[in-house]
């Protein structure tokens, strides 16, 4: 067998084995350092770091369906853009690593690289409001734009809306999936995992072939947070999934950021319940960047990082040649748009600005409600009566 398919044979045979988990499998491979070393240990030696049960199934042969699955993988392995990475190899994302009980292999579709740049997670609700994705939008936008990778999980919803946000500027997007890295959940989201496969990379932990199981997904957010140096939650219910992705970041050492909303909405729950239990509140991308610059997880150096004022309530737009205040940008956006229904790219030509000065002041006007959006993706100004 060649020593690719041997290695990652002994890889598969130590995450399928039966009762072992991660935090076990870590424990084996600190103990013994590969797992060929694992297989290559007698029953004393296995019995001293795990239970009794625990060694006699390391010492059963691997079964036919994990040779299957290796001959799959391999396969898989041979398309363009694809890669395995074992826990401990070159190129394994070093935060990743350090939490309790990381992936023994990570399925890459993309750019792996982005895996080790400085990362952000964004999440919330699948359910999100029209606010809250385009929230999640713009501040993926900024943050991207400021040289972060955003990492979030291709979900409907919030989860998209960053990944969206994330693919228009520089810094990329990582999507961690809850399926095998050959299939898509959910359906709705196929193109946008291609484009971030193309353009970011996708994520999983789990073999090829792997249905989407509902216990897959909240299971997958540990990883969200793990490659992260912070987490930030947009909208989220009470019950939300993304509490347990920040609950996660927290316990992993990670920040966690919470943007505010109304008492009244039900999706401002949760964050508003991540505040109080010590999340840093934050209306602004400049807020974020900020406490990631002091986070020891990851030095994020003024050089690599600008700081763009893409804020809730304020924004400053540098357009051309002089930088106007928030009330002269929204001024010369809405004098732009005119009395009809305009399309996003025609107004960005008209302005002369980058799609990020354009979407975070459009957020603000349409938050005042001096702006609506349309079917299509049109745009229009609101004339008070």
């Known amino acids: 067998m060649p020593a690719r398919s041997s290695s990652l044979a002994a890889w598969l045979r130590l995450e399928r084995a039966a009762g072992i988990g991660p935090r ?3 424990t084996l491979l600190d103990a013994f350092g590969s797992p060929d070393a694992v297989f290559g240990a007698d029953f004393p030696a296995l019995a ?11 010492l059963q042969p691997p079964p036919e369906a994990t040779r299957r699955l290796l001959d799959a993988t391999l396969d898989w392995l041979d398309q363009p853009g694809h890669h395995v990475l074992a826990l401990g190899e070159p190129g394994y994302p070093e935060l990743l690593a350090r939490i309790p009980d990381p992936p ?7 750019h792996a690289q982005l895996l080790a740049g400085p990362c952000l997670a964004i999440v919330g609700s699948r359910n999100a409001s029209v606010q809250g994705r385009a929230n999640a939008q713009a501040f993926a936008e900024a943050l991207s734009g400021a040289g972060l990778c955003i990492v979030s999980g291709l979900a409907l919803g919030i989860d998209a809306a960053a990944h969206e946000g994330a693919l228009r500027r520089c810094g990329g997007t990582v999507a961690v999936v809850g399926t095998g890295p050959d299939l898509v959940y959910p359906a709705r989201n196929r193109a946008l995992c291609e484009r971030i496969a193309h353009a970011g990379c996708v994520v999983s932990e789990y073999p090829v072939g792997t249905p989407p199981v509902p216990g897959n997904f909240p299971k997958r957010n540990r990883i969200i947070s793990g490659l992260s140096a912070g987490v930030l939650v947009v909208e989220a219910a009470a019950q939300s999934g993304s509490l347990i992705t920040a609950r996660q970041a927290a316990e992993q050492g990670r920040d966690v950021f919470a943007i505010p909303g109304s008492i009244h909405a039900a999706l401002a729950k949760g964050c508003h319940m991540l505040i109080r239990e010590g999340a840093k509140l934050v209306d602004t991308a400049r807020d974020v960047l900020e406490a990631l610059a002091l986070s020891p997880l990851l030095a994020l150096q003024a050089a ?18 002089e930088s106007g205040s928030g009330m002269q940008a929204e001024s010369a956006l809405l004098d732009a748009l005119g009395h009809d229904p305009v399309e ?27 702006v609506e959006r349309l079917p299509g993706g049109l745009v229009q100004r609101v004339f008070k009566r």
């Open 24 to 26: 076990t499998a870590v």
């Open 48 to 58: 001293a770091h795990v239970s009794p049960a625990q060694a006699h199934a390391l």
């Open 104 to 110: 023994l292999l990570l399925y890459i579709r993309g």
């Open 304 to 321: 690599r990082l600008s700081t763009p004022d893409i804020s809730l309530t304020d924004i400053k737009i540098d357009n051309s040649a």
């Open 344 to 370: 996003p790219d025609a107004l960005l030509a008209r302005l002369g600005w980058s799609i990020g000065e354009m979407s975070a002041c459009l957020l603000v006007l349409e938050m005042a409600g001096r």
